[in-house]
């Protein structure tokens, strides 16, 4: 994972696809609240496929966008090495999370 910079930005804004999902959560560097993170990301993850849901966007393919987030769900070295923050951004054809 790595920090947002100009270059990266620059790439998002370039990237084309039908579908995107950006996703930002405040998270800890450390102690017991980085188990807080994961958690919370998960209700992210769900209202995000509600939301692609409610607009007409079929299931399987809110769940194809959403796969590769969904997966940080169990990684628990992912969670204790956060930043202050998580940005993720994401669609069908790419992925990338930043700190």
């Known amino acids: ?4 910079t100009k270059d990266e930005l620059k790439s998002l804004i370039q990237a084309e696809s039908d579908l ?5 959560l405040p998270t800890a560097r450390a102690g017991k609240a ?6 919370r ?5 769900r209202q995000a496929h ?4 409610r607009n007409r966007v079929k299931a399987s393919v809110s769940e194809r966008i959403l796969a590769r987030a969904t997966a940080l ?3 628990y070295p ?11 951004f994401m669609s069908a ?6 700190r």
Do not use: K, N
Request: charged share 20%; proline share 2%; aromatic share 16%.
């Open 78 to 88: 992912f969670w204790q090495h956060q930043e202050e923050g998580l940005a993720v």
């Open 73 to 75: 769900l169990d990684d």
């Open 1 to 4: 994972m790595r920090t947002l």
């Open 34 to 39: 980085t188990l807080e993170s994961p958690i």
């Open 20 to 24: 995107c999902v950006s996703l930002y």
């Open 50 to 53: 509600e939301t692609l849901c």
């Open 93 to 98: 054809a790419f992925f990338r999370a930043f």
């Open 41 to 45: 990301f998960r209700g992210l993850l």
